[in-house]
């Protein structure tokens, strides 16, 4: 379908079953809710009967969690020496808290050991002090920041320095003085919330071990913190304690586990009043070096050495990032040239899936303050589009090229803060500049290509949070615009792309019940021929011959698409359970700034589970889920239909099991033959059993296997596990192998055009068997000298094969049927430059064709070093060195005594792969922290 110059994709009769779908569930989910009141944060729900009743019954809980306890914080002039022995008298001006309740495992009772916490501050700075007394060892262990120590006791407390009741500062400390700290939201999706460790403020924590506990000391600046203008501050806060060797949780504000928890749920904290806004700007700048010792190597169809690169190759780097507190609830954060040689490499993937694989996003100045650009049900922003690799490509025919591994960030700023109306505002903008790669031709002559155009990305988000209601709603903007000014990449890239998102949150029922929803319309531009190339995509595939709710047009200039979902969550209660459903018509495209792999999709999913925490005489706690879910596309087509069940205990010695069984029920599959005709999806099964033993001893042990059969003569056999020691109290080692043996009944390889394959719509669409076995191995080490001195090794071996069976073409559309070739009168013989040559009818009149061999092995290596030293506070000084070796063998082309590929041999495998010649890069980065 087309409208006007330019020319618009979008399918209006497509949208129509989305839109009705839509409309049914929120009628539905309207009158469901409809009477239930809405109850201001401040006053909570009366706990579920059945957790409190025996405690209530001798006075253990009472109001104390109908109402919001409060802790006063005392102003001081005296100077605190931040040593960790709360020896200064003016500790004791401040009134103590200490009704601690467990939460875990005697829900609801008395911390178990007595604690005591008191709050100071001053202009400048807010005091934490605590006391935490144990008759018992205290477990003590260094880790570097903000990882996770299962075998430490830990001292928390949160700031909800808004007051907004969603989100807050987490700091946390060990016996040893480790650091985490973090971001905490309830806004960000379910119950669950969110939580960003990305974010590392500049504070002081100390702490001493006595004969009597453990004690900590912490110094918080206000300029780290964001707040309201107000003269008289009201805060949120929240105080925990973790004692490990018992399993035993306990926190001041105490919520029962049946309840939905969170930062509303918090206490308050007064006394606060008459803080400056501190120095607002925070300077960063770094200076870096890298040395690159690759493997060149002569080209094997030029006689000369590659002119770029010598093989030691060495660089420079300088660039600043910046923070300005335009007010104390209102931060512009920016970069300039931004370096992230520190960040852990990807892992390696065997990807056969015409889908691209999603990374997860490790870079700080992205990863800080996502959680207000995240949108129900889909990924509108999607930052490691910023500063990609190139998407262009150098001549085919040429000796040598020097194309960037990646875009490089001129700048990118951020702006981000909260209203004293209540409206988070955040607004992100990058500029990435153009690069160009250089080759060299046979005969040695020079030249140049734009392979990544000068590329601007922006995203805006508002988000308004009812501090009285709990419910918020929000916009978001994202926008893409290329400068094409080169004609290849004009043909290749689309010129601009945009996407609105309109999401809103409500609670009710005293946040026992979320209702959420969602829509987001997207539109790009481009040239006729990037416009084919995005219908033809794998996530639509508007070329399919027997979709007649598309339409390809050759001729199109632009394409709109819209997003929608709707969900229900039960959030308290031993009962919980979820609700969503999702429509993305078959236009929606988000991918030059966001993440997507499918469109034309009508998903539904659902989970009702139900936990039970409490304590029996053999458990300490149980659970179970059941989780249907599937999907239609907008033709109405079933295109998955699933079934799961859940089951998980723990045991009084902490040794967890968990089982998960599921049922796949045959359906269509519209992106089997990647463009083609629907096929039949056969129906399977799958079983998966996981093990954790007691993460509070010296070593842990994580076995997890799964098995999956078909009935299209597929199966999957799994088995990972992961064993943790620590040890001398700084160190951590981590060995996890996996091996997988997989059978594909039917694997996708080509395609052929064929006007005589008129069962199958013009089109021989080929397969053939995949039988593909992948052992991995992934080992960390880290060591944690001092809190701000630590060593992190990663390292990740996989050798993976694929041996491709006989092929065969897919017999006729909505079936599972094929045709071998080799049989019923087709041939198949393998030609000298290893491809098949393939006569589909024998003496008939269809043609011969030529199939690649797919088979394939791979051999990968992966590894990092880091050396992270924070030599002053903010300061930081890195030391890295990454490895990597890598090849990929196809067909049996070759050596025919060298052993042939496909086959899995470890031995033969792991030999191939430590022959290989590694590339090394070292590199080191220093920062300084200015705050003038």
Same mark, same amino acid.
């Given at each position: 379908m087309t409208s006007g110059n330019p020319r618009n994709l979008m399918s209006h009769k497509a949208l129509r079953p989305a839109v009705a779908a839509f409309w049914a569930l929120f009628t539905l989910l309207i009158s469901a809710t409809t009477g239930v009141a809405q109850v201001g944060e401040e006053e909570f729900s009366d706990p579920d009967p059945a957790v409190v009743a025996p405690l209530r019954a001798t006075g253990a809980i009472s109001e104390h969690m109908r109402v919001a306890p409060v802790a006063h914080a005392v102003r001081i002039s005296e100077t605190i020496d931040v040593d960790g022995h709360l020896d200064e008298a003016v500790w004791m001006t401040a009134p103590p808290i200490s009704d601690f309740r467990q939460t875990v495992p005697n829900e609801g009772a008395p911390v178990s050991q007595k604690t005591e916490v008191r709050f100071l501050y001053d202009d400048d700075n807010i005091y934490v002090g605590a006391w935490l007394w144990d008759t018992g060892p205290v477990l003590s262990r260094l880790a570097r920041r903000d990882v996770g120590v299962p075998d430490a006791d830990f001292f928390v407390v949160y700031f909800d320095s808004y007051h907004d009741h969603g989100t807050a500062y987490r700091f946390a400390t060990s016996p040893a003085a480790m650091k985490r700290d973090e971001i905490t939201s309830d806004r960000a999706g379910g119950s669950g919330g969110f939580g960003d460790t990305s974010w590392n403020p500049i504070w002081d924590v100390k702490t001493s071990i006595t004969s009597e506990g453990w004690f900590v000391e912490m110094r918080i600046p206000f300029s780290q913190l964001r707040y309201s203008d107000e003269e008289v501050q009201h805060w949120g806060v929240q105080v925990e304690r973790k004692l490990r060797r018992i399993g035993e949780d306990a926190s001041w504000a105490f919520t029962p586990r049946s309840e939905r928890g969170g930062v509303a749920r918090y206490g308050h904290l007064e006394g606060i009043e008459g803080i400056a806004q501190g120095k607002r700007l925070e300077l960063l700048p770094y200076v870096g070096g890298r040395a690159e010792f690759t493997n060149v190597g002569r080209s094997a169809n030029a006689d000369f050495d590659n002119p770029f690169r010598s093989g030691k190759d060495y660089f420079g780097n300088a660039g600043v990032d910046l923070k300005y507190r335009l007010t104390p609830n209102m931060t512009i954060d920016a970069t300039v040239n931004p370096d992230f040689?520190?960040?852990?490499?990807?892992?390696?993937? #065997?990807?056969?899936?015409?889908?691209?694989?999603? %990374?997860?996003?490790?870079?700080? +100045? +992205? /990863?800080?303050?996502?959680?207000?650009?995240?949108?129900?049900? @889909?990924?509108?922003?999607?930052?490691?589009?910023?500063?990609?690799?190139?998407?262009?490509? /150098?001549?085919?025919?040429? =000796?040598?090229?020097?194309?960037?591994?990646?875009? @490089?960030?001129?700048?990118?700023?951020?702006?981000?803060?909260?209203?004293?109306?209540?409206?988070?505002?955040?607004? $992100?903008?990058? /500029?990435?500049?153009?690069?160009? =790669? @250089?080759?060299?031709? $046979?005969?040695?002559?020079?030249?140049?290509?734009?392979?990544?155009?000068? @590329?601007?990305?922006?995203?805006?988000?508002?988000? %308004?949070? &009812?501090?009285?209601?709990?419910?918020?709603?929000? #916009?978001?903007?994202?926008?893409?615009?290329?400068? $094409?000014?080169?004609?290849?990449?004009?043909?290749?890239?689309?010129?601009?792309? %945009?996407?609105?998102? /309109?999401?809103?949150?409500?609670?009710?029922?005293?946040?026992?019940?979320?209702?959420?929803?969602?829509?987001?319309?997207?539109?790009?531009?481009?040239?006729?021929?990037?416009?084919?190339?995005?219908?033809?995509? &794998?996530?639509? %595939?508007?070329?399919?011959?027997?979709?007649?709710?598309?339409?390809?047009?050759?001729?199109?200039?632009?394409?709109?698409?819209?997003?929608?979902?709707?969900?229900?969550?039960?959030?308290?209660?031993? $009962?919980?359970?979820?609700?969503?459903?999702? =429509?993305?018509?078959?236009?929606?495209?988000?991918?030059?700034?966001?993440?997507?792999?499918? =469109?034309?999709? #009508?998903?539904?999913?659902?989970? +009702?589970?139900?936990?039970?925490?409490?304590?029996?005489?053999?458990?300490?706690?149980?659970?179970?889920?059941?989780s249907p879910s599937g999907s239609w596309n907008f033709a109405g087509e079933k295109q998955s239909l699933q079934l799961s069940a859940n089951g998980d205990i723990e045991l009084p010695s902490f040794h967890t099991l968990a089982v998960r069984l599921s049922r796949s029920f045959e359906s269509w599959d519209d992106r089997f033959t990647r463009g083609g005709p629907n096929a039949l999806s056969p129906a399977s099964n799958t079983a998966t059993v996981t093990m954790n033993t007691n993460s509070r001893r010296m070593f842990s042990l994580r076995v997890q296997g799964s098995m999956t059969n078909d009935e299209g003569d597929g199966r999957t056999r799994s088995t990972s596990a992961t064993l943790t020691g620590r040890f001398k109290g700084i160190y951590e080692l981590q060995i996890g192998p996996e091996f997988r043996r997989q059978r594909t009944g039917a694997q996708y390889v080509s395609t052929v055009v064929d006007a005589l394959a008129t069962q199958t719509f013009g089109s021989r669409y080929i397969f053939a068997d995949l039988n593909q076995t992948t052992a991995s191995l992934t080992m960390r080490f880290n060591a944690t000298f001092t809190p701000d001195l630590s060593l992190e090794l990663y390292a990740q071996p996989l050798i993976s094969n694929g041996d491709y069976g006989v092929l065969k073409e897919l017999a006729a559309p909505r079936t599972y049927d094929f045709n071998r070739y080799g049989e019923n009168g087709s041939s198949i013989s393998k030609e000298d430059d290893g491809r098949y040559l393939i006569d589909p009818d024998g003496a008939g009149p269809a043609e011969a064709f030529r199939v690649r061999d797919a088979d394939f092995n791979v051999h990968s290596l992966l590894g990092n070093a880091v050396l992270r030293w924070e030599w002053r506070a903010g300061s930081t000084l890195f030391l890295v060195w990454q490895q990597s070796r890598s090849d990929r063998l196809t067909g049996n082309i070759g050596d025919p005594g060298r052993y042939p590929v496909g086959s899995f041999d470890f031995t033969h495998d792991t030999g191939e792969l430590f022959s290989l010649r590694p590339d090394n890069i070292f590199q080191v980065k220093l920062s300084y922290w200015l705050n003038p």
């Open positions: 040689g520190q960040v852990e490499l990807d892992p390696a993937v #065997i990807n056969l899936s015409a889908f691209e694989t999603r %990374y997860d996003e490790k870079r700080p +100045f +992205f /990863v800080e303050g996502a959680e207000i650009f995240d949108f129900a049900g @889909t990924t509108l922003l999607y930052s490691r589009r910023i500063g990609r690799a190139p998407q262009g490509s /150098v001549p085919g025919s040429v =000796a040598y090229s020097d194309v960037p591994l990646t875009s @490089t960030i001129l700048g990118a700023g951020k702006l981000s803060g909260k209203t004293p109306g209540g409206w988070s505002i955040a607004l $992100l903008d990058a /500029v990435t500049q153009t690069a160009d =790669a @250089t080759y060299a031709n $046979l005969d040695q002559s020079l030249g140049h290509v734009e392979v990544e155009p000068f @590329t601007n990305y922006f995203a805006g988000r508002g988000r %308004y949070d &009812s501090s009285e209601t709990g419910s918020s709603y929000g #916009i978001i903007v994202t926008a893409m615009n290329r400068n $094409l000014s080169d004609e290849a990449l004009r043909d290749r890239l689309r010129s601009s792309a %945009y996407s609105l998102g /309109v999401d809103n949150r409500w609670e009710l029922a005293n946040r026992r019940w979320t209702l959420r929803s969602s829509i987001a319309p997207s539109y790009i531009t481009g040239g006729t021929s990037v416009l084919r190339t995005t219908q033809r995509s &794998s996530a639509r %595939y508007f070329q399919r011959p027997d979709a007649t709710h598309l339409s390809y047009d050759p001729d199109a200039t632009s394409m709109a698409g819209l997003f929608g979902r709707v969900s229900l969550n039960k959030n308290a209660g031993d $009962l919980r359970g979820n609700a969503n459903i999702t =429509a993305i018509s078959p236009g929606f495209e988000i991918n030059d700034l966001g993440f997507q792999s499918s =469109a034309d999709r #009508i998903n539904f999913s659902s989970s +009702f589970s139900y936990d039970q925490p409490r304590r029996t005489a053999h458990l300490r706690s149980w659970g179970a889920s059941l």
